[in-house]
């Protein structure tokens, strides 16, 4: 059974940076990211790492802000988000997929987390 715990969501304000992490258990080493949906909106990735850590994949409206990683623990994803801005409120759900192109392409995983709030106050 793969569960995913995430924790680091919150309220911030414009500008702030914010760290969200996400612990896999059950399954190693597969694809990890970041999706988000926002109120009316559908579910978009944000990012996307492969099982390695070497490649990863950003949407275009987070890159040089956001930054995802796998640090020392391979099952343990990061998303750090710098300069926050009040459109990326949304829920961010991790989640894991078997195949690196299918999720970093298409945003299609296999498993899912809870999800967690963010909000960014103007």
């Known amino acids: 059974q793969v569960e995913l715990e995430e924790s680091g969501g919150g309220l911030v304000q414009a500008g702030d940076s914010l760290e969200l992490s996400c612990k896999v258990s059950g399954r190693s080493r597969l694809t990890m990211g970041w999706l988000r949906q926002a109120p009316g909106r559908d579910r978009e990735l944000v990012a996307a790492i492969s099982g390695g850590g070497v490649n990863t994949r950003y949407a275009d409206f987070v890159k040089g802000r956001f930054t995802i990683s796998r640090v020392n623990d391979p099952d343990t994803v990061y998303l750090h988000m710098n300069n926050l801005k009040p459109e990326d409120t949304a829920v961010y759900y991790c989640?894991?997929?078997?195949?690196?192109?299918?999720?970093?392409?298409?945003?299609?995983?296999?498993?899912w987390g809870q999800g967690t709030q963010v909000t960014v106050s103007s």
């Open positions: 989640a894991v997929g078997t195949e690196w192109f299918r999720s970093s392409q298409k945003g299609e995983f296999d498993y």
